[in-house]
């Protein structure tokens, strides 16, 4: 998508992840990651409902524009980031750093101080999301992903707990 015609499409709308949205979220799964890395249908039926996970996804005229999701442990201080996408028609748009950025609200109203994430170490453009985002590197899982690909392993300290609960629609 052209930046000009990026420009006059509407804003993405924030919300939480529903079951009706298990098609669109499996077609996002299966655009970025491959098969060994991809979340089932079942998986997102459990992550949908469970108290240990947030999913957020973004809006953009009815169409599923990307999603972001977070998973908790009880009594844990960390939060990790699980999975992150937004589809390529939506893509320049700022809307992965709103996800990110959401999806660190979200961790710190649950009391969460530092977010914990694994990338594909030949995806560029997410580690630059990444490190422009505040997230530094502090280690490496080798051979992680298909295809031999090593997973570099980011983490960044949430500061601050938000006066409110972060705005994401039902």
């Known amino acids: ?14 919300r939480r992840g529903w079951l009706r949205d298990l098609d669109a979220l499996l077609a996002l799964e299966r655009e970025f990651f491959t098969w060994d890395h991809q979340i089932s249908r079942r998986g997102f039926r459990h992550f949908i409902a469970s108290s240990k996970s947030t999913l957020i996804v973004a809006e953009i005229g009815g169409q599923m524009a990307g999603c972001v999701l977070v998973l908790y442990r009880r009594g844990s201080k960390l939060a990790r980031l699980y999975t992150i996408a937004v589809d390529r028609r939506f893509q320049g748009r ?3 750093r709103r996800l990110l950025a959401a999806a660190e609200k979200n961790a710190m109203y649950r009391g ?13 453009r997410a580690i ?5 985002s505040g997230y530094r590197r502090f280690g490496r899982r080798h051979r992680y992903y298909d295809n031999r690909i090593d997973a570099l392993r980011f983490d960044k300290p949430l500061r601050r707990k938000p ?6 629609s039902h």
């Not at 052209?2 to 420009?7: C, D, G």
């Not at 969460?112 to 560029?124: F, G, H, P, Y």
């Not at 630059?128 to 422009?132: F, I």
């Open 128 to 132: 630059t999301l990444y490190e422009t």
């Open 112 to 124: 969460r101080r530092i977010m914990r994430l694994e990338v594909r170490a030949d995806d560029a």
């Open 94 to 96: 700022g809307l992965a």
């Open 163 to 168: 006066r409110a609960r972060p705005r994401v």
């Open 1 to 14: 998508m052209n930046a000009k015609r990026a420009r006059h499409l509407p804003r993405a709308r924030l």
